[in-house]
Nanobody
Framework: QVQLVESGGGLVQAGGSLRLSCAASGSIFSMNALGWYRQAPGKQRELVAGISAGGTTVYGDSVKGRFTISRDNAKTLVYLQMNSLKPEDTAVYYC????????????????WGQGTQVTVSS
């Protein structure tokens, strides 16, 4: 089992920044990819960013150039730095862990956190 706990969400004005954190625990050694998804009301959950154990990153098209994913050396913390936020970034952001990057981006049996709300006002 893997436990994921997100923090750092909140309300911010358009153009502002937020940093999300996710603390992973449990059988995290078997999870080679960590990442972030988001889900806005009435929309499907979409990939925001992912990072592999080796540091390879992947981003959703709508956040490229604005968001940056990183992880600590112990690979138990993953961060999402969000800059130049837009109202359309408003969503619940979920931390995710998977055995591979392929599993992460295809949502193949990932572990999920409880989510943290990000609201961007115009």
């Amino acid at each position: 089992q893997v436990q994921l706990v997100e923090s750092g969400g909140g309300l911010v004005q358009a153009g502002g920044s937020l940093r999300l954190s996710c603390a992973a625990s449990g059988s995290i050694f078997s999870m080679n990819a960590l990442g972030w998804y988001r889900q806005a009301p009435g929309k499907q959950r979409e990939l925001v960013a992912g990072i592999s154990a080796g540091g390879t990153t992947v981003y959703g098209d709508s956040v490229k150039g604005r968001f940056t994913i990183s992880r600590d050396n112990a690979k138990t913390l993953v961060y999402l730095q969000m800059n130049s936020l837009k109202p359309e970034d408003t969503a619940v952001y979920y931390c995710a862990a998977a055995k591979s990057m392929a599993d992460l981006v295809t949502r193949s049996r990932p572990y999920w956190g409880q989510g943290t709300q990000v609201t961007v006002s115009s």
